[in-house]
């Protein structure tokens, strides 16, 4: 009898080791991060990605996107900076996840979010934008999304989708943000401030619309769970309104 209470003992000890090891492998699985690229989950099903430029006037800038996965798909907001990072990006999808890129959004049309779109188009991968994000890339001699739309967007994911919305000009003409409904997540882009940030780049932007924007945005999901800017880490609704802020015109 104690003979079969000591190996009872050491087989319940062995299953909590393997389940733990198992933890700490999905957890290790769910995080990565090399000198071009940071991945971070952020649900179960959303994770951040944040690559990097280099400018004279800010150093080295983290620029984030987004990843949704579902069904073993993903779509993907914002491209990482430059075309060898979006492979990088690509290839721990496909090998972490498992999952397949069935498509990525421009969310305007400045090179910290479509720098590294020539990868996705090279692949064949779906490639989304605003017309006017398209117009605006042309102009600048830019890789282009070669799937336009006007103002609202609904891009599938297995039995689900997200919503895209242009509600206003403000760091760009053109920019959009991403609403994951099953998730409560919203991808604000550079059109969103992280808490404590300064006004920034202002070159594309229309400052006095720029409050109106976002005021409009949270009218239309006061209740957010996770709020992703362009720059910065994650919050809540808090940054919607450090941003309305920020940018009121007194």
Same mark, same amino acid.
């Given at each position: 009898?104690?003979?079969?209470?000591?190996?009872?003992?050491?087989?319940?000890?062995? =299953?909590?080791?393997?389940?733990?090891?198992?933890?700490?492998?999905?957890?290790?699985? @769910?995080?990565?991060?090399?000198?071009?690229?940071?991945?971070?989950?952020?649900?179960?099903?959303?994770?951040?990605?944040?690559?990097?430029?280099?400018?004279?006037?800010?150093?080295?800038?983290?620029?984030?996107?987004?990843?949704?996965?579902?069904?073993?798909? @993903?779509?993907?907001?914002?491209?990482?900076?430059?075309?060898?990072?979006?492979?990088?990006?690509?290839?721990?999808?496909?090998?972490? =996840?498992?999952?397949?890129?069935?498509?990525?959004?421009?969310?305007?049309?400045?090179?910290?979010?479509?720098?590294?779109?020539?990868?996705?188009?090279?692949?064949?991968?779906?490639?989304?934008?605003?017309?006017?994000?398209?117009?605006? @890339?042309?102009?600048?001699?830019?890789?282009?999304?070669?799937? $336009?739309?006007?103002?609202?967007?609904?891009?599938?994911?297995?039995?689900?989708?997200?919503?895209?919305?242009?509600?206003?000009?403000?760091?760009?003409?053109?920019?959009?943000?991403?609403?994951? @409904?099953?998730?409560?997540?919203?991808?604000?882009?550079? =059109?969103?401030?992280?808490?404590?940030?300064?006004?920034?780049?202002?070159?594309?932007?229309?400052?006095?619309?720029?409050?109106?924007?976002?005021?409009?945005?949270?009218?239309?999901?006061?209740?957010?769970?996770?709020?992703?800017?362009?720059? $910065?880490?994650?919050?809540?609704?808090?940054?919607?309104?450090?941003?309305?802020?920020?940018?009121?015109?007194?």
């Amino acid at each position: 009898m104690l003979l079969f209470k000591h190996i009872k003992f050491l087989l319940a000890s062995l =299953l909590i080791l393997v389940l733990f090891s198992c933890k700490e492998d999905a957890e290790s699985a @769910a995080n990565y991060e090399t000198s071009n690229l940071k991945i971070e989950e952020l649900t179960d099903n959303v994770f951040v990605h944040t690559s990097y430029l280099f400018l004279p006037e800010y150093g080295k800038v983290g620029c984030n996107g987004m990843i949704y996965i579902h069904n073993n798909e @993903a779509l993907i907001f914002d491209t990482p900076t430059t075309d060898s990072v979006s492979i990088e990006l690509i290839n721990w999808i496909e090998k972490e =996840l498992e999952c397949n890129v069935i498509g990525v959004l421009a969310t305007h049309f400045h090179n910290d979010c479509l720098g590294g779109l020539k990868a996705f188009n090279d692949k064949g991968i779906k490639s989304y934008g605003n017309n006017l994000t398209i117009q605006l @890339a042309e102009t600048d001699s830019l890789e282009v999304p070669l799937l $336009g739309f006007d103002n609202e967007f609904v891009i599938p994911i297995g039995d689900d989708y997200v919503n895209v919305t242009h509600f206003g000009e403000g760091h760009t003409k053109d920019n959009v943000v991403v609403y994951v @409904a099953t998730e409560n997540v919203l991808f604000g882009g550079c =059109l969103i401030k992280k808490i404590d940030a300064s006004k920034g780049y202002l070159g594309d932007a229309n400052v006095d619309e720029w409050s109106n924007t976002v005021t409009k945005i949270k009218a239309e999901y006061p209740n957010l769970k996770w709020v992703v800017p362009g720059h $910065g880490k994650p919050g809540n609704t808090d940054l919607l309104d450090y941003t309305i802020k920020l940018f009121s015109i007194e």
